[in-house]
Nanobody, 123 residues
Framework: QVQLVESGGGLVQAGGSLRLSCAASGLTSSNYEMGWFRQAPGKEREFVAA????????DYADSVKGRFTISRDNAKNMQYLQMNSLKPEDTAVYYC????????????????WGQGTQVTVSL
């Protein structure tokens, strides 16, 4: 059974940093593209960042470019999202996602999802 489990969320002041982690089990992560999505209250889930199976390709939403960095460690079946210069508008539940197809991952139609971790950024 495939499981994606996020951790690292919390409450931080604007301008601060958080690092989210996603632990994958039941799959070989090097066979999957991985990414992060988020959903704020009253809004639809949106793409944040994605990284290809080798880590050689990354893509970011315009709203987080230059502030967030996605990475992965296939040996540990882990992916990460380093979030710097956080803003109140980054407040959301952040979800880890994984799929064998880049286009499906990128479009939000991933086969596998985590349960989410809350990130709250205060003024």
């Amino acid at each position: 059974q495939v499981q994606l489990v996020e951790s690292g969320g919390g409450l931080v002041q604007a301008g601060g940093s958080l690092r989210l982690s996603c632990a994958a089990s039941g799959l070989t992560s090097s066979n999957y593209e991985m990414g992060w999505f988020r959903q704020a209250p009253g809004k639809e889930r949106e793409f944040v960042a994605a990284i290809n199976w080798s880590g050689g390709r990354a893509d970011y939403a315009d709203s987080v470019k230059g502030r967030f960095t996605i990475s992965r460690d296939n040996a540990k079946n882990m992916q990460y999202l380093q979030m710097n210069s956080l803003k109140p508008e980054d407040t959301a539940v952040y979800y880890c996602a994984g799929d064998s197809a880049w286009t499906r991952l990128r479009s939000g139609g991933s086969r596998y999802w985590g349960q989410g971790t809350q990130v709250t950024v205060s003024l």
